[in-house]
T-cell receptor
Framework: QKEVEQNSGPLSVPEGAIASLNCTYS??????FFWYRQYSGKSPELIMF????GDKEDGRFTAQLNKASQYVSLLIRDSQPSDSATYLC????????????FGKGTKLSVIP | DGGITQSPKYLFRKEGQNVTLSCEQN?????MYWYRQDPGQGLRLIYY???????QKGDIAEGYSVSREKKESFPLTVTSAQKNPTAFYLC?????????????FGSGTRLTVV
């Protein structure tokens, strides 16, 4: 069974700090990795995806992937109260698969 | 604009009643999914379909049924056999491009048993 593990939190960081969210996955054949943000009562929205080892930056967000360690992370720089949400890590096995496997999410609270 | 439409946004079910949640997409995506989310929990897969007239059970299919008669539509019926149906239900569709999976979520239906 493919598994995606995240620390459920809550993770509390002060405004302006760096928030670090982590995710591990069990399927070594996984090929692409996604971070979704979900506000309470809303549907998830895609904020980052990554498929190569290393870092990928988009504004205040940086996704980091280490396939050897089966580890993916999301860094949020200059955290804002509006970043307070649950962050879901999702993994695709690729090879023609349409389906993502989701972690349970990490709840982030940014304290003003 | 393309997207996924879920309806209704809120739904109330009496004990012993079947209810159907609607999900329609105009993205021309082949695959569609139903997830259930409970407070503080992640997404749990109920059913998915990768092609018209075919669907597969997910992790928590008991008490639910689906159909996929058209590419655009994937309705979910919550039957009376589902003993704890109060939850937030999300529909999604997906496609692949150069090996990358693109998921689109609907806005969700919140089902409450009264």
């Amino acid at each position: 069974q493919k598994e995606v593990e995240q620390n459920s939190g809550p993770l509390s960081v002060p405004e302006g700090a760096i928030a670090s969210l982590n995710c591990t996955y069990s399927d070594r054949g996984s090929q692409s990795f996604f971070w979704y943000r979900q506000y309470s009562g809303k549907s998830p929205e895609l904020i980052m995806f990554i498929y190569s080892n290393g870092d990928k930056e988009d504004g205040r967000f940086t996704a980091q992937l280490n396939k050897a360690s089966q580890y993916v992370s999301l860094l949020i720089r200059d955290s804002q109260p509006s970043d307070s949400a649950t962050y879901l890590c999702a993994v695709s096995s690729g090879a023609g698969s349409y389906q993502l496997t989701f972690g349970k999410g990490t709840k982030l609270s940014v304290i003003p | 604009d393309g997207g996924i439409t879920q309806s209704p946004k809120y739904l109330f079910r009496k004990e012993g009643q079947n209810v159907t949640l609607s999900c329609e997409q105009n993205l021309n995506h082949d695959a569609m999914y139903w997830y259930r989310q409970d407070p503080g929990q992640g997404l749990r897969l109920i059913y998915y379909s990768q092609i018209v007239n075919d669907f597969q059970k997910g992790d928590i299919a008991e008490g639910y049924s689906v159909s996929r008669e058209k590419k655009e539509s994937f309705p979910l019926t919550v039957t009376s056999a589902q003993k704890n149906p109060t939850a937030f239900y999300l529909c999604a569709s997906s496609t692949t491009h150069r090996g990358l999976v693109g998921y689109t979520f609907g806005s969700g239906t919140r089902l409450t048993v009264v």
